[in-house]
C-alpha cells in the first residue's frame, strides 16, 4: 500500500547488512560457500543461513544448513515449507549454491518435460526461453516470502586471443545474468591469497560482471568486509544512515473477497442515488465486455486480478467522493 505523501520522509540508508542480496563468484574450490556461510553467520549469529544446494560439493562442510535440490517437486516442497513462520525464525536467509547450477536444474526442468534437447526445441515464439525464465523467477517467490536471497556462481575465465586480455565472468547465459545481477546489491569476486580469502565488488575489464552499489574499496579481507561496508554506508548515508532494516519484499497477504465486497457496496451505492451509468463506465473501461455486449461484472474477477479489483475499487470510490456519498 501506498503511504501518504503528506508523511513521506527522506530515504534513509541502513547497516543491517543482511537485507542486501549478493552474488559471490569465484574459482572453483576456493571456499566460497564456506566464507559465505561464516560471513553470513557474523551478520546475524541469532538464525542460520539456509543453503538450497544443486551439487553435492556442501557435504563436508561442518555446521551447514543446507538441503539438496534433485528435481523441481523437490525445490517446490521447499518453498512451501518455507511459507512457515517458524522457519522465518530459524533462518535469516537463503542462498543459490551454485548459480550455474541452478541455471542447469531450470533449463532441464523444461527440457525433460517438453520433450526437447535445447530450449529452441520447445515450442514456437520463443516457448522453450519464456519456460525456463518462469522456472528462475522461483527465486523471486523466495523473495516474496520475505527471505533475502544471495547466489553463489563459478567464474569462467576467459582469453581473448586476439587483445590478449584476460577476465573472469560469471558462467551463465544472459536470462540468468541479467535476472540475478539486476536484483544484487553487491556481485564479488572472491579469491585465495594464503591462508585469506579476498573479494572485490569494482568492476573492471579483468571482472566485467562486477556491480557495487555502494563504494567499497578495491580489495578487502573478507574478515573485515562487515566493518569495511559498515563503513562505506555510515560515510554515504551520513545523517540518512539507520540501523533499522528498511527493505522488505515480503508480498503482503490481502482479502481479496473482502475488496470485492467493497467495490459492490459501492457499485450498489452510486447505482441507488443514480449514478448506474458512471459506475458502470467505470467497469467497462477496466473489465470490458462479454460476447455479447454485456459489461462484466465483479463475479468476474478471479483472485489473480486482486490489483485490478482494487484499482477499480479506488475509482468506485472517488466517485462516491465526487458526489458526497461517503
Not at 556461510?37 to 563436508?60: A, I, T, Y
Not at 555446521?63 to 517446490?76: L, Q, R, V, W, Y
Not at 541479467?178 to 553487491?186: D, N
Request: aromatic share 10%.
Amino acid at each position: 500500500m501506498i503511504p501518504n505523501l503528506v508523511d513521506l520522509e527522506p530515504n534513509k540508508v541502513s547497516i543491517d547488512l543482511g537485507q542486501y542480496s549478493q552474488v559471490w563468484m569465484g574459482d572453483t574450490g576456493c571456499g566460497k560457500t564456506t566464507t559465505m556461510m561464516h560471513f553470513l553467520k557474523e551478520l546475524n549469529p541469532e538464525r542460520e543461513p539456509f543453503f538450497l544446494e544443486f551439487e553435492n560439493r556442501f557435504e563436508n562442510i561442518p555446521g551447514i544448513m543446507a538441503i539438496k535440490i534433485n528435481t523441481m517437486s523437490d525445490f517446490k516442497s521447499v518453498i512451501g515449507q518455507l511459507k512457515n513462520p517458524k522457519l522465518k525464525e530459524k533462518y535469516s536467509c537463503i542462498i543459490i549454491d551454485t548459480l550455474d547450477k541452478y541455471e542447469e536444474f531450470c533449463e532441464r526442468y523444461v527440457l525433460e518435460n517438453r520433450d526437447g534437447e535445447i530450449l529452441k526445441d520447445v515450442g514456437g515464439f520463443g516457448e522453450g526461453s519464456l519456460r525456463f525464465k518462469s522456472a528462475l523467477r522461483n527465486i523471486g517467490v523466495l523473495q516474496n516470502l520475505g527471505y533475502t536471497v544471495h547466489e553463489i556462481a563459478q567464474s569462467s575465465h576467459i582469453k581473448d586471443f586476439d587483445t590478449k586480455q584476460e577476465s573472469d565472468a560469471l558462467k551463465l547465459n544472459k536470462n540468468t545474468f541479467s535476472y540475478c545481477r539486476e536484483a544484487a546489491f553487491l556481485v564479488g569476486y572472491m579469491w585465495v591469497e594464503g591462508d585469506e580469502r579476498f573479494i572485490t565488488f569494482k568492476k573492471s575489464s579483468k571482472y566485467p560482471d562486477l556491480k557495487d552499489t555502494f563504494g567499497l574499496p578495491d580489495k578487502i579481507n573478507v574478515k573485515d568486509l562487515k566493518d569495511v561496508w559498515t563503513k562505506a554506508i555510515q560515510d554515504k548515508g551520513g545523517e540518512f544512515t539507520t540501523a533499522e532494516k528498511t527493505i522488505d519484499k515480503e508480498k503482503k497477504a490481502e482479502d481479496f473477497e473482502s475488496i470485492k465486497a467493497r467495490g459492490v457496496e459501492l457499485g450498489g451505492l452510486l447505482a441507488t442515488n443514480g449514478r448506474l451509468d458512471e459506475a458502470t463506465a467505470v467497469l467497462r473501461s477496466n473489465l470490458g465486455a462479454d460476447d455479447d455486449g454485456n459489461v462484466k461484472m465483479f463475479d468476474t474477477l478471479r483472485e489473480s486480478q486482486i490489483d485490478l479489483t482494487k484499482v477499480i475499487v479506488m475509482e468506485l470510490e472517488d466517485l462516491c467522493n465526487k458526489y458526497s456519498l461517503i
